[in-house]
């Protein structure tokens, strides 16, 4: 089977306002989606916002054992924010299309309109744009669920307004709270839950990694956790002023909704990750995220962490709220995300339908490097730290003795660069266990941050 993989790290649905993203944020973006090159195999296709660094795409088929020239790299003409992202407008433009059919079918060949027999498309978030291209391939049938994704599906699965609705009506547990339209509900309900001496967290109806979330406290001393910030609101008063003054952001000019729910401090941030088929779902993996005070990296799997009670917990109600997707037809990865109370309780908050920043740890790294017999053994730890440039961040890696050991099947993989702007790699250790990972990592990270200096 063939696979066209289409990097669209970054949509509207998934983090609101492109416009709003410093060039930083879209070099990263554009970069990161050069982690793809791991699930590429002979014969793919490769859609990125910009054409990876030589020395990484060198360094990724070196382990996966792919030949670097067996697969195809495509980059459309920047658009109207840039080459940093795939935008509606690139993933539109008859270059690509043309770009693409030649891929598939062979040099002269880009007029074909129907796509070759077991072709499948994987973008990172099947949206419409998506959709309409594989409908232009004729190749409806290689995207899973095209039907659904065509007519804005993805948006209703990576909505945290929406999630409250399917996951309630799921009977899956969620944290006390509701989804607000205007001032005034906010208002109430977030007073509700401060009056009685609970945090609150606001919660904007589309975002990722928590950058979209804000923490409200009635109290001082509440330390941040998966939201950049928070804020104390001691009485009614100053409710109404947060409300008045952050209404704007926290439904971008008004376009979406709000989520505000209860706020569990102390709380440890977990998800199971699955894959949505025609008739059934499978489970890819399961970890922890790790946050500082925004999500930055994550233990796999979570039973590293938990008891086999809440791993056990953990996957069956993901699973199940995963089926309730699946009922509304949508196809793909999906992670459902949740947490677990300082009381042990469990509580889903939210649902990604796409190719997450977790995706790659089950999928490539423990499904591509290492061996069957030893997966279940491993511990990974994902993280990102100061690097310089590729070639000399590998150089340092392999000198201090730190780089992946296909054989044992631990070690430090570099997942990818994040561009000289943002100065920075996408690592993952894979350790026998946590306090393995953890030590490799304390070398890791002043190792490259001296190289960077």
Known sequence: MRTVLIGNTRTEEMVGDLTALSEQSREAAG???????????????????????????????????????????????????????LTPDRLADPALEDALREALHGPGEHGRTAAPTGLRITPVYPDATVADLARRLGAEAALPGWAFHAQGGSALVNSKAAFRAVAAGAGVPIARGTVVNDRGEAVRAIATLLDEGHCAIAKREFGGGGLGNEILTPAPGVEPAGAPRAVLLPDGPAIDAYVADRWPWLTEGGRHRLVVEQYHVGAVPVYAEFVVADDRVDLTGTGEMLTDPVVVGEIVP???????????????????LCEAYRALGYRGTISADAYVTVRGEIRFCEANGRITGSTHLHTAMAGRLLDPAVRRRRVLLGGECAAPPFPATAAALEEAGLGFDPASGTGVVLVNAFGPLT?????????????????RQAELVPLLAKAAS
């Open 31 to 85: 970069h990161g989606a050069h982690r793809l090159l791991w699930w590429a195999r002979e014969g793919d296709v490769l859609v990125l916002p910009t054409l990876p660094d030589e020395a990484f795409a060198d360094y990724v088929t070196a382990l996966t054992g792919t030949p670097r020239g067996s697969f195809t790299v495509l980059a459309p003409a920047p658009g109207r924010l840039g080459s940093g992202l």
């Open 302 to 320: 979570a039973s590293a962490r938990l008891t086999g009670e809440a791993t056990a917990e953990l996957t069956a109600v993901g699973r199940h």
């Open 423 to 439: 100065g920075a790699v996408m690592y993952c250790v894979i350790a026998d266990d946590v306090t393995g990972a953890r030590a």
